[in-house]
């Protein structure tokens, strides 16, 4: 296998001498265990070394491969400018990697920004890597907002495309929870250690489908920016039976810093974790839609029938009644492996019937909205609905007439509004509802608004 090895690194500014200034001392098992790795990699001597940033250049919909000749940067922003790196890039090896995406309808490549220094997820790892060994060259990538399962992908995608006689590293920044105490820089969140548990437990033992298992808004309340870079990683590794080790773990500023490595030793199997996951979530879709109503069921249909036929689905004939007879606005919701993949909705009814409605809106929401790229035929075996029939909003005088589980919000100010519908994961105070629809209208601090509630009936 062409990938020698992987590594889990952490990258805070302050471990290396001249931005820390002695903090660095109060992790010393990081720096021991990142100065292990280094002489690793140097024993290794690999012709590439594969580097993932979460704080390169990135996209929500798209892996961005650097395609400068050189990658090169510094630490000026944190006011050390002499710590600088400069590696070739593997460009040959970019290339292949860019092609192979094309090929596997991945959305990976080289647009974008073409010059962006190197930032501090790869400067930090360098610091240590190029004490050691200077050998190399270097591929830069970055994860995506993209679900966790097509980082994965993109990890096995690689590994494939590496030719047999040029052997690699794979290097993962990222850190754990920026939530782990309250006297920290971002303070504490309850889902912050427990996140920093189950990933290191899951680096110790090579538990991969962990990493594929972490549901988004838990991540996001953990404050975690690692993930996808890790993930990437695992995928190189997906039916390989691996040399896991944790080597250290601390989190004494309340962000968490694990370094691990992980060392294939043959072909495995029972370890084709993406395998088994898709298997396990197209069972859990499977269930769902046996279980699905005629609501959910429609917008399902209509979707997948507009894809496929390019034109819309006639209402069914076996429909009941009150979809066919009342009007309301609706809000289609679209999940793919427990992400939001399109949401299109109207307020108050504009067409003739709910079923109408939801026809509409669940083409709308799988291919018009502008968040995302428009859902492909490929993805529909792994899309999940929600329908939301909207009762008639409220005038309300006051924040404190909501309640994020009961009621969605309607913020208004001129010609500009903002909804957000009620329930949604990762929203828990009436604060922050009324912040993301004001954000939604373009409302800026200061500025007056008035505010609906209302209910809705949600189908899953």
């Not at 970019?94 to 790869?122: F, M, N, Q, Y």
Request: net charge negative; charged share 25%; proline share 6%.
């Amino acid at each position: 296998m062409p990938t020698l090895a992987g590594y889990i690194v952490p990258h805070p500014p302050l471990i290396v001498p001249a931005v820390g200034r002695g903090e660095e001392q109060k992790i010393q098992a990081t720096i021991d265990a990142y100065r292990q790795v280094a002489r690793e990699i140097a024993e290794l001597a690999p012709d590439v070394i594969i580097l993932s940033s979460p704080h390169a250049t990135a996209y929500g919909d798209y892996f961005h491969l650097d395609p400068s000749p050189t990658l090169s940067g510094s630490l000026t922003m944190f006011r050390a400018p002499q710590v600088s790196a400069s590696v070739d890039n593997a460009l040959e090896l970019v290339e292949r990697i860019a092609s192979e995406a094309t090929v596997r309808d991945i959305a990976l490549g080289t647009l974008g920004d073409k010059h962006a220094p190197l930032d501090h997820g790869a400067l930090v790892p360098l610091h240590f890597i190029l004490r050691e060994y200077k050998d190399f060259q270097m591929v830069r990538l970055s994860p995506s907002g993209l679900p966790a399962i097509d980082h994965y992908q993109v990890g096995m995608m690689i590994r494939d495309v590496i030719p047999e006689d040029l052997n690699t590293v794979w290097v993962a920044s990222g850190d754990l929870s920026h939530k782990l105490k309250k006297e920290g820089p971002y303070g504490l969140a309850k889902e912050g250690p427990v996140f920093d548990k189950q990933i290191t437990e899951a680096m110790a033992s090579g538990d991969f489908q962990t990493f594929l298992a972490f549901d988004t808004a838990f991540c996001h309340k953990a404050a975690e920016c690692g993930l996808g870079s890790f993930t990437m990683m695992a995928g190189a590794f997906d039916g390989y039976s691996l040399e896991s080790k944790l080597l250290s773990y601390e989190g004494p500023f309340g962000v968490g810093y694990a370094v691990a490595s992980f060392k294939p030793l043959g072909k495995d199997d029972s370890r084709c974790f993406l395998k088994h996951y898709v298997e396990e979530k197209q069972n859990e879709l499977d269930t769902l839609k046996s279980k699905s109503d005629a609501y959910v069921n429609l917008a399902r249909a209509s979707l997948e029938h507009y894809i496929r036929h390019n034109k819309p689905l006639s209402i069914p004939r076996d429909l009941p009644r009150e979809m066919t007879s009342e009007k309301a606005g609706v809000f289609v919701s679209i999940r793919k492996d427990g992400r939001l993949r399109g949401c299109i909705g109207t307020i108050r009814p504009t067409t003739s019937s709910v079923a109408k409605e939801i026809i509409e809106n669940a083409i709308s929401a799988g291919t018009r909205d502008y968040r995302f790229s428009p859902i492909k035929e490929r993805e529909l075996s792994r899309l999940e609905y929600s329908v939301d029939v909207l009762m008639p909003p409220e005038d309300i005088d006051s924040e404190d007439r909501l309640d994020v589980t009961k009621y969605g919000v309607i913020v208004r100010s001129g010609h500009r509004s903002g909804l957000l519908l009620p329930n949604l994961d990762g929203i828990d105070t009436i604060e922050e509802q009324v912040r993301i629809a004001r954000q939604k209208a373009g409302i800026r601090d200061g500025e007056s608004y008035t505010l609906q509630r209302f209910e809705v009936i949600r189908h899953h």
